[in-house]
């Protein structure tokens, strides 16, 4: 399983971006796919996942009510909208996918088998 991420890029308080997983390799339909951000001299912390069971996502506090998660099956894609960005975000977003992480796990990097590349975001006035 292959993931591409995209759409990161600068913007002030505020605004927002829209980022895209691209998933090659394997139907979407069977992957949970989740969103993990990493700021300068931070670890890697978790964001958000929508699960392929049942399609439900879980976000992390911090971006609740800010950040949307969408899943498009049939075009292997999901999306994260981030919506009201803060200095805080800025960090580097990853996409990552698994198919047997267990509920208790979903927010722990290590229970993800593939990764993409990370897509800065840069939230500065």
């Known amino acids: 399983v292959q993931l591409q991420a995209s759409g990161g890029g600068s913007v002030q308080p505020g605004g927002s971006l829209r980022l895209s997983c691209a998933v090659s390799?394997?139907?979407?339909?069977?992957?949970?796919v989740a969103w993990f951000r990493q700021a300068p001299g931070k670890e890697r912390e978790f964001v958000v996942v929508?699960?392929?069971?049942?399609?439900?996502?879980y976000y992390a506090d911090p971006v609740k009510g800010r950040f949307i998660i969408s899943r498009d099956n049939a075009k292997n894609t999901v999306d994260l909208q981030m919506n009201s960005l803060k200095p805080e975000d800025t960090a580097d977003y990853y996409c990552?996918?698994?198919?047997?992480?267990?509920?208790?796990?979903?927010?722990?990097?290590?229970?993800?088998?593939?990764w993409g590349q990370g897509t800065m975001v840069t939230v500065s006035s």
């Open positions: 990552a996918g698994g198919s047997t992480i267990i509920l208790s796990n979903v927010r722990s990097a290590d229970a993800y088998h593939y």
């Open positions: 390799g394997r139907t979407l339909s069977r992957v949970d």
């Open positions: 929508t699960r392929w069971s049942g399609g439900r996502t």
